[in-house]
């Protein structure tokens, strides 16, 4: 079977769409005012013409009410004549009751009219032609006591309607060439205003081109646009503004990224050279072997927790949710912990419970960074405590706070972004790279949370904001 191949076309510009849509609007009007204007200039000329007709029969009647005999008709034609004279190429024919003609005029011959309309009701109007002219003929029954009898005699009086014929034909070529003319004009104009209209939007257009990687502080001025485009000059703005952030963010990423990785790789580089340098015993390259694990494992962790994090970010919809006593893992975290707390000195301390919703791996990893996080910080014989408490019908806030170093205040706002360190002393902290508190602010909003940090008087607090879980909320 013969398959055909579908040829897409291309949609119409807006310009287009816009001109079409005046075309056709003025079309549509023109046209409906056309036929208005030439309806009711024929109407004024046949209720001109009817009007003239009802004078001539009203005259013609008034002459036949005086008849008593056939001398005082004869006597009558010379004032129908007079009658007809003053009526531009007017025509009367008078038939009795047999169809038989009693007068009739100088000019057209309406015998045939006549005989035609003999039936017709009184002061029917009817249009008639013959041969070379038209005519609009108005049918009068009039009824006179004569010698002639006392049945009515039908008056068929006629006016020629050529020259209004002539007239309405051109002023209706007149006017539709003018209503084509005029919708030509309408549409150009109409091109023209839409063209006009959308210059603001070319320039958004041209202000839109300039932008590249280099220049991503173009902005758009909403003040400077019509109010149709403002909501889009807003939005653009905004858009424009987070993925300039987002493109120093993935520029200060990758200069990270290269400074960390260039650490562990230079010390690789130095150990190898070393222990090739000359040769060495079993142990001291057992020594450089296990030195050069450490450096593999670091940079293996920090690779992991790179993909986490880009996991966790671009897919946040993706984890199991299942309802989750943090108490319960709190505890399961202590244990963990337990063996390098006690070597350091530090207690663990567990206040309160709660229940949230959420995917079990991802919330352990962030609470234990938080944890690890604290001990790591916390000098001997000081405790890290951990406060669960529901802050309303639909949040669990966790609180870690630990004693130790207070941070300053121009480091808060930073502690969540990767590879950002207050010191030295804090270069491990988290995941060993500076990735820890990133991933823990990652997990919690992936969760629909928040997290903030305070530290002051020697006392640092990390706050977690969870979702309630089933059995946490009240109705």
Do not use: C
Not at 20 to 43: D, K, R, S
Not at 229 to 256: C, I, K, P, Y
């Amino acid at each position: 079977m013969a398959e055909t191949e579908a040829i897409g076309l291309r949609p119409l510009s807006l310009a287009q769409r816009l001109t079409l849509l005046i075309a056709v609007a003025a079309m549509l009007i023109f046209v409906v005012f056309g036929w208005v204007i030439g309806t009711a200039m024929e109407q004024h000329f046949e209720a001109g013409d009817i009007a003239e007709l009802e004078v001539i029969g009203d005259a013609v009647e008034d002459g036949l009410a005086g008849v008593r005999s056939a001398a005082d008709f004869q006597r009558l034609e010379k004032r129908f004549k007079d009658i007809l004279v003053s009526h531009h190429r007017a025509g009367l024919h008078i038939s009795d009751a047999r169809g038989e003609p009693v007068y009739a005029s100088d000019g057209p011959d309406l015998a045939a009219l006549a005989r035609r309309l003999g039936r017709a009701p009184d002061g029917s109007v009817h249009r008639w032609s013959d041969a070379d002219h038209n005519y609009r003929a108005l049918v009068r029954r009039a009824a006179i006591p004569t010698t002639l009898g006392t049945s009515p005699l039908t008056l068929t009086i006629a006016l020629q309607t050529d020259y209004h014929i002539r007239f309405l034909t051109h002023f209706r070529k007149t006017l539709w060439l003018m209503i084509v003319a005029s919708i030509g004009i309408m549409t150009f104009m109409g091109w023209i205003a839409v063209r006009q209209g959308h210059a603001p939007l070319r320039r958004i257009v041209s202000r839109i081109r300039r932008i590249s990687a280099s220049e991503l502080n173009v902005r758009l001025e909403p003040d400077t646009v019509p109010a149709e485009l403002r909501d889009l000059a807003v939005s653009f703005n905004e858009m424009l503004q987070r993925v300039d952030a987002s493109f120093h963010r993935l520029t200060g990423f990758n200069a990270d990224i290269a400074h960390e990785l260039r650490t562990p790789i230079a010390n690789l580089m130095t150990q190898t050279q070393v222990a090739m340098s000359r040769a060495r015993t079993v142990e001291q390259y057992r020594e450089t072997l296990y030195s050069n694990m450490e450096e593999y494992e670091r940079m293996a962790q920090m690779v992991n927790d790179m993909l986490f994090l880009a996991q966790t970010e671009s897919s946040p919809q993706q984890r199991d949710d299942a309802p989750l006593e943090l108490g319960q893992e709190l505890k399961a975290l202590f244990d963990y912990y337990e063996g390098w707390a006690e070597e350091r000195g530090v207690r663990l301390q567990l206040e309160g419970s709660g229940t949230v919703r959420g995917d079990r791996a991802m919330l352990q990893r962030a609470l234990g960074n938080l944890l690890s996080n604290a001990i790591r910080h916390t000098p001997s014989g000081e405790t890290v405590r951990v406060r669960l408490r529901r802050t309303s019908e639909v949040e669990i806030e966790v609180a870690v706070e630990n004693p130790g170093d207070t941070i300053g205040a121009e480091h808060l706002p930073k502690l969540f972004d990767r590879f950002y360190r207050v010191d030295r002393s804090r270069q491990r902290e988290g995941s060993g790279a500076g990735l820890g508190l990133a991933i823990v602010k990652s997990i919690v909003e992936a969760h629909g949370g928040s997290i903030s940090v305070q530290s002051a008087a020697g006392l640092t607090r990390f706050q977690l904001r969870l979702p309630a879980g089933p059995g946490d909320r009240t109705d």
